[in-house]
């Protein structure tokens, strides 16, 4: 594993027990995650230094924007990115905004106020940022589009995410592969639930697994009996787990209880796969086991896929994620105009593409760095997860995260 990114895991445990003292944002941040004491201490002895260190990032201020601590994932970028700048010299300005739109524009514009020089923002609606970052814009403020694409401003330069079509079509691909559909005429019946329609992910990734499986649905080997195809119908606001539960439930209820066999529930990610996975054990009258897709690896769903009750997950390392941003936002800061050479310069060790087709955001493509997500299941945990650095092991073989 890069040493750099090593460095940015082990290093991002310790910063999670500061992480209530350096962001500002109400409630949300009354939930920082537990640090891991092994590798806080190891972060000590690794001071590693990425190759694209900028010499004069000392006195700049990265403002950093993350949706809420509510949402496992987001706990864990918002640590790898403080930490990555930091260890670069860099002052940062971390918010959590509580799932709360209105409070993340209120937060933004602190940040302006405080004459940030970057700003780094995971939108919570993608639609809801446009006046906020015109006034960045207005100020000189470069923003970095994280994770999510912020719609309709020309204010953001850089959108830094996964391929989130690719998650999608992995799912979805899982799912063919398990059935075996190719060859298996079932019909095997499948439910699906998305994410939040104003995260502009979402989308991708419903239509990423769909594509993949409309061909069997359209063969009658795969049947939907809720009849809940298309996105909106399926999709969970704010990603919210008892959101999920709930849907999933009244369906169980209306098209499941005289023993009609569930044999897939095809989750966008965990918070949803999670809410999924209580409804099934709660309300679901058959003995099977249902094939559960999710994304991210939240600790609660690797504990269930230990214990048999998830099957898959897609796992974005967002500690690489946090890496890309930081060169990215150096060059910028720098006065460079970073291009598909920022992957070669940083030399990372990990697979980043430069698009400049994919993510038009309304205003126009925005030139997007992408990494590659990674299929997770009971039989690589270890190999996927423990052995890179990103999570650790306890004895009764669950896995927790670093950072
Ligand atoms: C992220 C996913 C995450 C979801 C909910 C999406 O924008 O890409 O990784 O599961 O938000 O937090």
Same mark, same amino acid.
């Given at each position: 594993?890069?040493?750099?990114?090593?460095?940015?895991?082990?290093?991002?445990?310790?910063?999670?027990?500061?992480?209530?003292?350096?962001?500002?944002?109400?409630?949300?941040?009354?939930?920082? +995650?537990?640090?891991?004491?092994?590798?806080?201490?190891?972060?000590?002895?690794?001071?590693?230094?990425?190759?694209?260190?900028?010499?004069?990032?000392?006195?700049?201020?990265?403002?950093?924007?993350?949706?809420?601590?509510?949402?496992?994932?987001?706990?864990? /970028?918002?640590?790898?990115?403080?930490?990555?700048?930091?260890?670069?010299?860099?002052?940062?300005?971390?918010?959590?905004? !509580?799932?709360?739109?209105? =409070?993340?524009?209120?937060?933004?514009?602190?940040?302006?106020?405080?004459?940030?020089?970057?700003?780094?923002?995971?939108?919570? $609606?993608?639609?809801?940022?446009?006046? #906020?970052?015109?006034?960045?814009?207005?100020?000189?403020?470069?923003?970095?589009?994280?994770?999510?694409?912020?719609?309709? +401003?020309?204010?953001?330069?850089?959108?830094?995410?996964?391929?989130?079509? +690719?998650?999608?079509?992995? =799912?979805?691909?899982? @799912?063919?592969? =398990?059935? !075996?559909?190719?060859?298996?005429?079932?019909?095997?019946?499948?439910?699906?639930?998305?994410?939040?329609?104003?995260?502009?992910?979402?989308?991708?990734?419903?239509?990423?697994?769909?594509? @993949?499986?409309?061909?069997?649905?359209?063969?009658?080997?795969?049947?939907?009996?809720?009849?809940?195809?298309?996105? /909106?119908?399926?999709?969970?606001?704010?990603?919210?787990?008892?959101?999920?539960?709930?849907?999933?439930?009244?369906? *169980?209820?209306?098209?499941?209880?005289?023993?009609? =066999?569930?044999?897939?529930? *095809?989750?966008?990610?965990?918070?949803?796969?999670?809410?999924?996975?209580?409804?099934?054990?709660? /309300?679901?009258?058959?003995?099977?086991?249902?094939? &559960?897709?999710?994304?991210?690896?939240?600790?609660?769903?690797?504990?269930? &896929?230990?214990?048999?009750?998830?099957?898959? +997950?897609?796992?974005?390392?967002?500690?690489?994620?946090?890496?890309?941003?930081?060169?990215?936002?150096?060059?910028?800061?720098?006065?460079?105009?970073?291009?598909?050479?920022?992957?070669?310069?940083?030399?990372? !060790?990990? /697979?980043?593409?430069?698009?400049?087709?994919?993510? $038009?955001?309304?205003?126009?493509?925005?030139?997007?760095?992408?990494? @590659?997500?990674? #299929?997770?299941?009971?039989?690589?945990?270890?190999?996927?997860?423990?052995?890179?650095?990103?999570?650790?092991? !306890?004895?009764?073989?669950?896995?927790?995260? #670093?950072?």
């Amino acid at each position: 594993m890069n040493k750099k990114v090593i460095s940015a895991l082990l290093a991002a445990s310790m910063m999670t027990t500061m992480l209530a003292g350096c962001a500002s944002g109400g409630s949300d941040n009354a939930a920082a +995650t537990d640090a891991s004491t092994t590798a806080a201490t190891e972060a000590a002895a690794d001071t590693e230094s990425t190759d694209a260190a900028p010499a004069d990032s000392t006195g700049k201020t990265v403002g950093i924007s993350m949706p809420t601590k509510s949402l496992e994932r987001w706990n864990r /970028d918002g640590s790898y990115l403080q930490k990555q700048f930091e260890d670069k010299g860099y002052k940062v300005e971390l918010t959590y905004s !509580d799932n709360k739109s209105a =409070q993340q524009n209120n937060d933004i514009e602190g940040l302006i106020a405080d004459n940030v020089d970057l700003l780094v923002v995971a939108a919570i $609606d993608g639609e809801a940022l446009s006046q #906020v970052l015109d006034e960045a814009k207005d100020a000189g403020i470069p923003v970095i589009s994280y994770d999510r694409l912020i719609m309709n +401003t020309d204010a953001i330069s850089y959108y830094v995410s996964f391929d989130n079509y +690719t998650v999608g079509q992995l =799912q979805g691909q899982f @799912v063919a592969d =398990q059935l !075996d559909l190719e060859n298996q005429d079932g019909p095997f019946n499948i439910e699906f639930t998305a994410g939040d329609p104003a995260d502009n992910n979402a989308g991708f990734f419903f239509n990423g697994a769909v594509d @993949v499986l409309q061909p069997y649905i359209d063969a009658g080997k795969l049947v939907v009996p809720s009849g809940q195809t298309k996105f /909106d119908q399926v999709a969970t606001a704010q990603w919210d787990t008892a959101t999920a539960m709930k849907r999933f439930q009244n369906i *169980l209820g209306s098209y499941y209880s005289d023993g009609t =066999q569930l044999d897939v529930a *095809l989750c966008s990610n965990d918070s949803t796969a999670l809410g999924v996975t209580q409804a099934i054990e709660s /309300d679901y009258a058959g003995s099977n086991q249902v094939l &559960i897709t999710g994304q991210d690896g939240d600790e609660a769903n690797l504990k269930n &896929i230990v214990d048999g009750k998830q099957t898959m +997950t897609v796992y974005k390392a967002v500690a690489n994620e946090a890496v890309v941003t930081l060169d990215l936002a150096t060059a910028m800061l720098n006065g460079e105009t970073p291009d598909a050479t920022l992957i070669d310069k940083s030399g990372w !060790d990990f /697979d980043c593409s430069y698009d400049t087709t994919s993510y $038009d955001n309304g205003t126009g493509i925005i030139p997007s760095y992408l990494l @590659v997500p990674t #299929v997770v299941t009971k039989d690589n945990l270890d190999d996927a997860l423990v052995t890179p650095g990103y999570y650790t092991k !306890d004895s009764d073989g669950y896995l927790h995260p #670093v950072g």
